[in-house]
């Protein structure tokens, strides 16, 4: 147990739709990371939030976005969803600076 | 970027084996940590270890920073090891891992 929880842990949309995923981060965590996981590969940074500012972003396109809340906890946002975003979604929180901690992930599937 | 590449890729080994795991990467790092992912995709922290050696019970892990590398040890291997590994670092300690592609391993009873 990490103490990092996402949801959903899984979903199915189709091209187009936009879709919400929501991580409550560790206790005393002022950091969350946000990160992909296609099938077979290592995960891929997306974006970082501290303290609800986004603090550096990865070689994603804009229609991924994101929000940090004052409690820390977190949403990543995708609209006009592709095929290819099917993937692990894996949230982390850390005590900036630190070891992260990941929650279970949300299994996206987009038909 | 920085790089991070681990061997072997794939690995089989007997319940009971010792394995070595390795991590190169190419830039340095303020942080290196150590996961290992289930099946149902948690990624689980085995270590923190920018330098340094530490050991947790039958895992141990050593980075050499100056040499850029680090190495993960699993003795007397179990089923329960199955799974991939992964390294991460990152240069700057702020959260912004880079992964390594895994090693994905499998222990046979």
């Known amino acids: 147990e990490t103490g990092v929880t996402q949801s959903p842990t899984h979903l199915i949309k189709t091209r187009g739709q936009q879709v919400t995923l929501r991580c409550s981060s560790q206790?005393?965590?002022?950091?969350v990371s946000w990160y992909q996981q296609a099938l077979g590969q290592g995960p891929q940074f997306i974006f970082q939030?501290?303290?609800?500012?986004?603090?550096g972003r990865g070689n994603f396109p804009p229609r991924f976005s994101g929000l940090q809340f004052p409690n820390y906890s977190s949403e990543l946002n995708v609209n006009a969803l592709e095929l290819d975003d099917s993937a692990l979604y894996l949230c982390?929180?850390?005590?900036?600076?630190?070891?992260?901690?990941f929650g279970e992930g949300s299994r996206l599937t987009v038909l | 970027g920085i790089q991070v590449e681990q061997s072997p890729p794939d690995l089989i080994l007997q319940e009971g084996a010792n394995s070595t795991l390795r991590c190169n990467f190419s830039?340095?790092?303020?942080?290196l940590q150590w996961f290992h992912q289930n099946p149902w995709g948690q990624l689980i922290n085995l270590f923190y270890?920018?330098?340094g050696t530490k050991q947790n019970g039958r895992l141990s892990a050593t980075t050499v920073a100056t040499e850029r590398y680090s190495l993960l040890y699993i003795s007397s291997s179990q089923t329960t090891d199955s799974g991939v590994y992964f390294c991460?670092?990152?240069?700057?300690?702020?959260?912004?891992?880079?992964f390594g592609q895994g090693t994905e391993l499998s222990v046979k009873p």
């Open positions: 982390a929180s850390s005590l900036h600076p630190g070891e992260l901690f």
């Open positions: 270890i920018p330098s």
């Open positions: 939030y501290y303290r609800e500012e986004e603090n």
């Open positions: 830039d340095s790092v303020n942080n």
């Open positions: 991460a670092v990152d240069r700057r300690e702020g959260g912004k891992l880079i």
């Open positions: 206790s005393g965590h002022n950091t």
